[in-house]
Nanobody
Framework: QVHLVESGGRSVQTGGSLALSCALS????????VAWFRQRPKEQREMIAG?????QTYNTNSGRFTISWDSVNNAVLLQMNSLKPEDTAVYYC??????????????????WGQGTQVTVSS
């Protein structure tokens, strides 16, 4: 079992930046990749970026978001820049035991955090 806890979500103004953190614990070796998803009200979860344990990354955003490992703290970071009101959502991190990459569909992720709210005001 892999446990994930997100932190860092808050309210910011348009153009601002945020750094989200996803802390991993438990059977971390089971996690072959970790990804950040977001879910806007009444929409499905969409993948923002993912990273494998070997460092390979995959991004579905316009380059404003960067994902990275914090190996010291067993965490995955998501740096978000030039935020827009449409970035308002609950942000989740998720881990998968699958070796395939990239995995964009939330269906393929085995473990999820509780989410953290990001609100961008204009």
């Amino acid at each position: 079992q892999v446990h994930l806890v997100e932190s860092g979500g808050r309210s910011v103004q348009t153009g601002g930046s945020l750094a989200l953190s996803c802390a991993l614990s438990g059977d971390i070796r089971n996690a072959n990749a970790v990804a950040w998803f977001r879910q806007r009200p009444k929409e499905q979860r969409e993948m923002i970026a993912g990273i494998k344990t070997d460092g390979q990354t995959y991004n579905t955003n316009s380059g404003r978001f960067t994902i990275s490992w914090d190996s010291v703290n067993n965490a995955v970071l998501l740096q978000m820049n030039s935020l827009k009101p449409e970035d308002t959502a609950v942000y989740y991190c998720a881990a998968t035991e699958l070796l395939n990459w990239p995995l964009v569909n939330a269906y393929f992720y085995d473990y999820w955090g509780q989410g953290t709210q990001v609100t961008v005001s204009s």
